[in-house]
DNA sequence: GATGAAGTGAACAAAATGTTCAAATTTTCA
DNA sequence: TGAAAATTTGAACATTTTGTTCACTTCATC
């Protein structure tokens, strides 16, 4: 096993235990016992456990975002792209219980505001995803000529708040239904006529 | 609030945390924010940290106890009140999580060798309890006259592995149904014809 | 079997936690 | 009401736990 596939496996292993302790009753030992090694040697991988804990939080983040890259690159149509885009993305916390359990734990890793983003990057990387498909549906003539980076970010937004609702708040059911029907209105409004 | 009182809610406040975090990961502390009090004044209720969680597994343990002896005690019949006994005592588990988790983290609550017993005590007055149903079952004319001493061992034997096995290793239904049949043949088996 | 990579376990410093207690606060009751 | 008793606090302290480092061992590769 060549580092790379170590260094998933050791924040795939750190991930599922901090979401069963929480960061704080976590102890680095706990983590490495869940790997089979010795504390000590998980030092050759992280520079701390705060290290440890942000890359294993954004491994899972990554991890979500391909899912959602890979179910809508090979979708023809863009309004067919955006639905799917929206609804994969919503759902995946639904089956990624490590992630969801440690994003309860710690609501931060979403930020309202992008100013204090620990994972900035990763979610400027979503963004980016959004803002292509938004993008595209411009150019082949289907969206309307609306302000793209704008647009992007108040999506995104509004995408944020619905994952917190749902998996933080955990406000079930309706907020499912709103989401839904949130989806469908926005595509219309982008839609030409 | 009497001292009474209040030392019922403190072994009820940290029962339900131990479970929730297990003991070693239980701050005293925690116990004392489930209770909108300080540390410090917990240890004018309990000697140490080991002795609260003693003494909240305790009260945990004469709670199911007493809901078994209130069930039974109005019963006629001494079959029915055999019978009852069993069923009350076995079902009440699934009913207290905090228990129940403990139980769960912490196995050697329930002893299969009664010398390394911590709650003897409690044991002992839940032997009683089974004691006294046979002896009055005999004294009637109903049971069989067996060695009384000997056959409460046995059974109380029996009803800690069936504990064990559903709530602990959580071999469910067919556990519960094994249940149900051995009570059957347990008490055909105390008839007398 | 030499070389580098990976892993160990003991040592240490720092942080967290259990425990005590003098002082502050609240309750009790004459 | 106001003094005495009971309760609670919060800071101090001792102990234990935990994070982190590192000299050394083991393992893999050539």
Redesign the pocket.
């Known amino acids: 096993?060549?580092?790379e596939e170590?260094l998933t496996r050791i924040f795939e292993a750190a991930l599922r235990v901090f979401a069963r302790y929480g960061y704080?009753?976590?102890?680095?030992?706990?983590i490495?016992d869940e790997l089979?090694?010795?504390?000590?040697?998980?030092?050759?991988?992280?520079?701390?456990?705060?290290?440890?804990y942000e890359k294993a939080v954004a491994q899972g983040l990554l991890r979500w975002q391909a899912m959602v890259g890979r179910s809508i690159e090979k979708i023809d149509d863009v309004c067919d792209q955006f639905l799917t885009m929206g609804r994969k993305s919503y759902a995946y916390l639904s089956r990624d219980v490590s992630l969801r359990t440690v994003l309860i734990n710690d609501p931060s890793i979403f930020p309202l505001s992008s100013r204090e983003d620990q994972f900035s990057e990763i979610n400027r990387a979503s963004m980016d995803m959004l803002r292509s498909v938004l993008t595209r549906g411009i150019q082949e003539g289907r969206f309307r000529e609306v302000d793209v980076d704008h647009l992007t970010e108040l999506l995104y937004s509004i995408y944020v708040m619905f994952i917190i609702k749902t998996y933080v708040k955990s406000e079930g059911k309706s907020t499912q239904k709103m989401f839904e029907q949130g989806l469908d209105i926005i595509l219309h409004g982008l839609l030409k006529r």
Chains 1, 2 share one sequence.
Request: charged share 45%.
């Open positions: 096993m060549n580092r170590k704080r009753r976590t102890r680095v030992e706990d490495a089979g090694m010795t504390k000590g040697n998980l030092y050759l991988y992280v520079k701390d456990k705060r290290d440890l």
